[in-house]
């Protein structure tokens, strides 16, 4: 599989369709693992690698990374199904245009985020919750793909984590997440592995006004998941980057997809699927009901 | 250190009797800041204002907070008042202690706690208020009147009249619009046509009005002062400059057989046509749909006997551009009909009536063609169905109108009207004739139309029946009416020989999309919405956009030519100066944070948000950000909300602002 990826890289690095390929590498001291690499040089593609480990979201080098990986010249980049929403959400968002980019999409049944559950394969137990649900196992929109298209996960039911949280009272699902959020350490990796999160400022280094005191105080940690979840709302992909880096495991993709349910069930929207579409909460439409002004 | 006033109002008795004015005042003046704290029983009167400017002196004031009613009445003469002693006005806030708290406490102690809340929270936000100046926008003078009726001709004369330029777009080829079509008008039974062709002469001939007629809005852009519309002019087919309106092309024509729209299907006309011979313009379009030439590309027989040679079949719609100041909307309404509906529309049809399949039941624009000298019948009353006299007619009201289970709950106010009127010409010329109504109220509000309702009944003889119909068909050439007596508590039935449905007054089907154009708002019928029910009748939220006529809502014809006046009068008032003043209170873009996201831009109801290049000093694009147009911007505050990286903020209520008015709250 790496195979093919390596050729369709070298050829376009060699034909100069691009001048540089964000993909992921093996780590050396750890080949089980992969990191996040960007290959210039046609000689080097063979770094590039495509298994279950390759879990990063390497579009949220097309945002935070933008000027560094511009300053290379046109980039190629691997992506997941998953990963491939956020680039369509991210071209929705205008942060780029669609020929700006050539999209290697991967086929992929599932990646592993969890090191202590990799054997060396891809099985039932230790794939992500996240691809469990996943309907895009074939990426959308791709310009080359590796390996053949996989139909999408039959799930029994697309929603079945959210609703099991749903079917807590309010009362449990708060004190749920206050202690979750209680343990909180602010390290803002979350924000920095999602590629929605792209604010130069983050509301939460805004002063004047505050809009969320500094520190580990339960009240500001409360209030910075809120917002970090209402601004992703409609927007997140569920791809689980936040999740996966939080190096305290809070479960931040379960509270996304009971937001994105919401979404889904209102608004009739899934984000990621559509660069065309109207993103729900930046909206106007005339026909909203207005009757409550007066 | 802050120098703050506090002035709080009794509204006489209206805020005095709930709420504890002076231990409002009292408290206040211990607020850290505060310097002058006095209560006073009318704050607006002369001398109420005088006790601000006074104190803003006295005291050096750098920020005024007057306790008292909704800014929406007087926060311009509190500011104004400030302005005068020398302070700039947006120093200046309200804190709505009337509406807010006597108005809805009848204890004075919760009234009173409550206020005392309110002036505290306004006092904090005062101390961040940062003088502003209002943005000064050139106005175009021109306006632009969509549609003709009688709305919008009355609006363009006005106008025109005030030495002001003005574009009359109407989609039709004549001006007129229903009120053409009516043979009488009540109170007075004037002939329509007779009071309303002198008008539509003198908009023709009028220096200061272009009308373009047989035209459509294509696109509206711009902001107060400054629009830019584009406007289809639909190929007529005709030369206007060479035409000379004698009619033969009409005459000529093979096609006979087209319904005529202006006589609502009683008559006929050629694929050539002016809708009625008073038209103006006087010069035929053709039909494109019908014209046998441009159906099958043969024909041509008006071309051949046009004598001055206007035809010209190979003109194309032409789309012309004007930049105008103001623009004022006046396309009307459309009529109901009882007809089978569309499935999923929320309105339906009447299928007791027969869907408008009964040959001699016809609605109330129908009667009015049958009623006028100009009509297909002359003036002469003749069923549709075999031509004869009918001897008994029953009108029914309240066809659509206030039947929630039809869909339309609202009163469509002319029916009660128009059709004692149609009663009462109907007697007048079938004098052994029977005429009864059916009806659920007489709404006869309005000079002298209660008189006219008595001289029916009292001099004509006209019946009124105060229940619903339930039922109409077609027996032995008669329709039967089936219907309720309530008022005797009988059924009734009826065998007329033709009814008259008052069908009820709809928006235009278009409306939503013109509103759409134009950027305004409409309610849930398709009614445009005034700025405000009361004290902005003929505004609309969007700055130098004005309603006139039964595009509101239901009119009569005096109430839409006095709003189409009103309008015109609004026109005038922007043109009369060079500069508009704006508030201030609008967005700004912090183009250091803003990441190009442009949810501001999609969110934005008023298309104030552009798209703006940052660029080095070779002219390299740095970066793109967003940019809000002052003279477009309402100040509405989406794109504030709908910013995640908090880098738009609205000048005058600044997210510093409501923080501190929140803290202020919670302590
Ligand atoms: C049966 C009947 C009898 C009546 N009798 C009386 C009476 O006796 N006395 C009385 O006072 N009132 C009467 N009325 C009410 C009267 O018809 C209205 O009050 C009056 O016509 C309203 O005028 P208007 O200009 O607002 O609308 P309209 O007369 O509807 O004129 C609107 C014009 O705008 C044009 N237009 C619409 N959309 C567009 C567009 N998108 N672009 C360009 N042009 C457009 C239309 O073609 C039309 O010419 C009667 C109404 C009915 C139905
Ligand atoms: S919020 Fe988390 S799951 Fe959603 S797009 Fe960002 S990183 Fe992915
Ligand atoms: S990654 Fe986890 S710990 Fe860090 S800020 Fe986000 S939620 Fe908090
Ligand atoms: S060309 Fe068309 S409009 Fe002219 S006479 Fe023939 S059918 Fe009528
Ligand atoms: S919403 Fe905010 S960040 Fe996005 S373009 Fe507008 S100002 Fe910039
Ligand atoms: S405040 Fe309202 S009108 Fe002004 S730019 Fe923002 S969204 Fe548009």
Redesign the pocket.
């Known amino acids: 599989m790496s195979k093919g990826l390596q050729d369709i890289a070298r050829e376009l690095l060699e034909k100069g369709e691009v001048q540089v390929v964000v993909g992921w590498g093996a780590v050396k001291a750890d080949p089980d693992r992969t990191r996040p690499i960007l290959v210039t040089d046609p000689d080097e593609v063979g770094e590039l690698v495509w298994n279950p480990r390759c879990v990063n979201n390497l579009a949220v080098y097309l945002t935070k990374a933008k000027s560094d990986v511009q300053a290379l010249g046109k980039a190629a980049i691997v992506a997941k199904g998953c990963d491939v929403k956020a680039i369509t959400g991210l071209i929705q968002e205008m942060q780029f245009s669609r020929d700006d980019l050539v999209i290697i999409g991967v086929a992929c049944k599932g990646v592993v985020s969890d090191g202590s559950l990799w054997q060396g394969e891809l099985t039932e137990e230790n794939r992500d919750l996240k691809c469990r649900f996943c309907d895009v196992r074939t990426p959308r929109t791709y310009d080359h793909l590796v390996g053949e298209e996989v139909p999408p996960v039959d799930a029994e039911d697309d929603w079945k984590d959210v609703r099991e949280l749903e079917e807590k009272t309010p009362r449990e699902r708060w004190d749920y997440w206050q202690e979750q959020f209680e343990r909180c350490i602010r390290c803002y990796a979350c924000r920095q592995a999602c590629p929605f999160c792209y604010c130069t400022r983050c509301i939460a280094d805004k002063t004047l006004p505050r809009w969320i005191e500094s520190g580990q105080h339960p009240r500001a940690n409360l209030a910075w998941n809120i917002i970090r979840a209402m601004h992703l709302a409609g927007r997140c992909v569920e791809c689980g980057e936040c999740e996966r880096v939080c190096p305290v495991g809070i479960p931040l993709n379960l509270l996304n997809r009971e937001l994105a349910k919401e979404v889904a069930v209102e608004y009739g929207y899934r984000a990621g699927y559509d660069s065309e579409a109207p993103p729900p909460f930046a909206t106007y439409r005339e026909e909203d009901d207005q009757s409550f002004i007066r | 250190m802050a120098r703050i006033g506090v002035f709080v109002c009794h509204c006489g008795k209206n805020i005095g009797a709930t709420v504890d004015c002076e231990r409002v005042a009292g408290e206040a003046a211990k607020i850290p800041g505060v310097v002058h704290s006095e209560n006073y029983l009318y704050m607006c009167s002369d001398p109420g204002q005088l006790k601000i400017k006074d104190a803003i002196r006295d005291k050096k004031l750098d920020g005024v907070v007057v306790a008292a009613c909704s800014p929406h009445m007087h926060e311009r003469t509190f500011r104004r008042a400030v302005a005068e002693a020398g302070l700039n006005p947006y120093l200046a806030e309200m804190s709505n202690v009337r509406e807010h708290c006597s108005w809805v406490h009848q204890d004075i102690e919760d009234g009173t706690a409550k206020a005392i809340d309110l002036v505290r929270v306004m006092v904090e936000k005062v101390k961040l208020n940062q003088p502003l100046t209002p943005i000064r926008v050139p106005v175009t003078k021109r306006a632009l009147v ?7 001709i009355q609006a363009a004369l006005d106008i025109a009249n005030g030495e002001r330029d003005v574009i009359l ?4 080829p004549s ?5 053409s079509q ?1 043979s ?3 109170p007075t039974l004037d002939c ?1 046509q007779c009071i309303l062709t002198p008008k539509m002469v003198e908009v023709a001939s009028h220096p200061r009005i272009t009308l373009l007629t047989y ?3 294509e696109e509206v852009d711009g902001y107060v002062g400054n629009f830019q519309v584009k406007i289809r002019k639909k190929a007529r087919s005709v030369d206007m400059d060479v035409c000379t309106g004698c009619g033969v092309c009409m005459e000529k024509c093979p096609v006979k057989k087209i319904p005529s729209e202006f006589n609502v299907g009683l008559s006929m006309r050629p694929a050539i046509y002016t809708p009625f011979p008073q038209a103006v313009p006087n010069v035929p379009v053709i039909d494109k749909e019908n014209c046998i030439y441009y159906i099958k590309g043969k024909c041509k027989v008006c071309e051949k006997f046009c004598g001055p040679g206007a035809i010209r079949f190979d003109q194309e719609d032409e789309i012309v551009t004007y930049d105008v100041g103001a623009i004022v909307v ?4 459309s ?1 109901y009909s009882v007809g089978e509906k569309p499935p999923g529309s929320t309105i339906a049809g009447y299928g007791e009536y027969g869907y408008g399949n009964i040959p001699d039941v016809i609605d ?2 129908q ?2 063609r049958l009623a006028s000298a100009s009509g297909p019948t002359e003036g002469h009353m003749r069923r549709p169905s075999d031509g004869a006299e009918p001897k008994t007619v029953a009108f029914i009201q309240c066809v659509g109108s206030r039947c929630p289970e039809k869909g339309i709950t609202y009163c469509s106010k ?1 029916c009660c ?2 059709t004692v ?1 149609h009663a009462m010409l109907y007697k007048h010329k079938v004098h052994d004739g029977d005429a009864y109504i059916f009806y659920m109220d007489i709404r006869s509000g309005g000079k002298n139309y209660e008189e006219f309702v008595r001289r029916a009944i009292e001099e004509d003889g006209v019946v009124y029946l105060r229940g619903r119909v339930s039922r109409l068909y077609r027996k032995d050439g008669k329709v039967i009416v089936r219907g309720a007596d309530t008022l005797s508590g009988t059924q009734v039935e009826i065998a007329a020989d033709m009814v008259v449905t008052a069908n009820a ?1 709809l928006a ?1 089907p ?1 409306s939503q999309d ?1 509103a759409q154009k134009i950027g305004i708002a409409y309610d849930k019928y398709g009614f445009f919405s005034e700025k405000h029910p009361k004290l902005a009748p003929v505004e609309t939220n969007t700055a130098g956009v004005f309603l ?4 509101q809502a239901p ?6 030519v006095a709003q189409a006046s009103g309008a015109a009068a609004k026109v005038l008032e922007m043109f009369a100066v060079d500069e508009l003043e704006r508030e201030p209170t609008i967005a700004v873009v912090n183009e250091d944070t803003c990441v190009a996201c442009f949810f501001c831009k999609r969110i934005c109801p008023y298309s104030a948000v552009e798209e703006k290049e940052i660029k080095d000093r070779d002219g390299n694009l740095i970066k793109l950000v967003s940019h809000v147009n002052e003279g477009l911007c309402q100040g509405c505050g989406l794109c504030v909300v709908a910013c995640p990286s908090k880098s738009i903020e609205l000048l005058g209520f600044t997210d510093e602002q409501l923080f501190a008015e929140i803290n202020a709250l919670a302590e």
Not at chain 2, 169 to 172: A, G, I, K, Q, V
Not at chain 2, 548 to 551: D, E, P, R, S, V
């Open positions: 969509i549609g003709g009726g009688v709305a919008g777009l109407e989609r039709d001006i007129g619009g229903h009120m009516l009488e008008t009540f329509s035209s459509e809005l006046a396309t009307g309404y009529l109330a624009l009667f009015e002319i009207m128009y009127k007054t235009q278009d013109v006139a006529g039964a595009c009119k009569d014809i005096p109430e839409a």
